[in-house]
């Protein structure tokens, strides 16, 4: 029987996450950085720029990771870049200083200076307003925040850019809309397409089995780490996967990616399903009535942060999924539609944001219980 993780999950825990909103600029919506500190390694800096229809690239410092994305088919400019980055405090307040050079070759120079020492009563979830708003579901959470003083600024190539103001106090208090956060988590479910060829999978569901893909030039291993008469525990890289074990095939109970922020140690992202999602309908070709199950998202001991419903049907040769956030508010703007295609030993499964209308269609076509 086969086994196959159809989400397209990317998560990350980082250390520091700085982001400047620009006022009234002509390419730039905003600019941020995510900096994950690394024993023994300089930290590991992702620099994402939003330009002002929203659409967004990344420069990062590390090679290795730059080079494995643009092997993906990530729908973004991604550019490996040297990039300085110091930061202190004084008084208790954060300093952060970043410098480094955009894909349009100009040099950009961050500074924050925080207006307040960070505090957890500026933690939760981010609403991620409308970046990216074509391409993923970002899930972000901040552990700790404050926001930045009038000393923080923003230069390009030389040209001082305005951020506009949080909150202003005359006489006693600014705050710009720039902010510092610690303990930063992000986890995406984006759109992408991958094909993956299986090149193996086990006659019998014994403990050190594995199935294994190819994917981008790169092998992708699942590996039994437990089996029950109704649960199967399944590890990859990253992954901790809990699948129910029936007779009509596997249902995808939870999945667990892990990141390790360095500072902080190991956060996890959370996917759980409830009832545990069909897989099988394309996997074993097992035809099967179009059908619902909650999903809930979590971050380390963060729970629900964002709930919906996946709703499932087959098409011909092919599986859909539609996943579809109920809250926050701001998720019903991303809902998720998956096909999953087996021909042979490939699979491909692609994933895409869908517009509203579009979602309203593909819920009537599939007559699920509750229409």
């Not at 990253?238 to 995808?252: D, H, P, Q, Y």
Request: charged share 25%; glycine share 4%; hydrophobic share 35%.
């Amino acid at each position: 029987m086969t086994f196959l993780q159809p989400l397209s999950v990317v998560f990350r825990q980082y250390d520091v996450h700085v982001i400047f909103f620009l006022k009234s600029h002509s390419h730039y919506d905003a600019i941020e950085a995510m900096i994950q500190h690394r024993k023994d390694q300089t930290p590991l800096i992702r620099i994402i720029v939003t330009h002002t229809d929203q659409s967004q690239a990344d420069i990062i410092n590390d090679a290795a990771i730059v080079e494995a994305l643009q092997r993906t088919t990530i729908n973004r400019p991604v550019l490996y870049s040297p990039i300085r980055y110091e930061r202190s405090t004084h008084l208790g307040k954060p300093e952060v200083h970043i410098e480094f050079r955009s894909l349009r070759d100009e040099e950009i120079v961050l500074h924050f200076t925080a207006a307040l020492k960070t505090s957890q009563r500026y933690a939760g979830l981010i609403d991620p307003l409308r970046h990216a708003e074509k391409d993923s579901l970002p899930v972000m959470y901040r552990e700790r925040s404050t926001l930045a003083g009038p000393k923080s600024y923003v230069m390009i190539d030389n040209s001082r850019c305005q951020i506009p103001r949080k909150v202003w106090v005359p006489l006693f208090f600014t705050g710009l809309k720039a902010f510092y956060s610690e303990v930063f988590s992000i986890g995406v479910l984006r759109s992408d397409t991958r094909q993956l060829t299986r090149l193996h999978s086990p006659s019998e569901l014994l403990v050190g089995e594995q199935w294994i893909y190819r994917c981008n030039g790169k092998e992708i291993c699942y590996r039994l780490l437990e089996v029950t008469t109704k649960e199967l525990r399944i590890v990859s890289v990253n992954e901790r996967i809990t699948v129910s074990n029936c007779a009509k095939g596997f249902k995808l109970a939870r999945i667990c990616v892990e990141s390790n922020s360095g500072e902080k140690g190991i956060g996890q992202f959370l996917i759980t399903f409830t009832p545990p999602l069909p897989l099988s309908q394309v996997i074993e070709r097992v035809k099967a009535t179009p059908s619902y199950v909650h999903f809930s998202i979590s971050i380390d001991h963060h729970r629900d942060l964002v709930n919906g419903k996946v709703y499932s049907t087959f098409e011909g040769d092919r599986q859909k999924l539609l996943l579809v956030p109920q809250q926050p508010q701001w998720a019903l703007k991303r809902p998720l539609r998956l096909l999953i295609q087996k021909e042979g030993n490939q699979f491909t499964i692609s994933t895409e944001l869908i517009p509203q209308i579009a979602l309203q269609e593909e819920l009537s076509k599939m007559k699920s219980p509750e229409q």
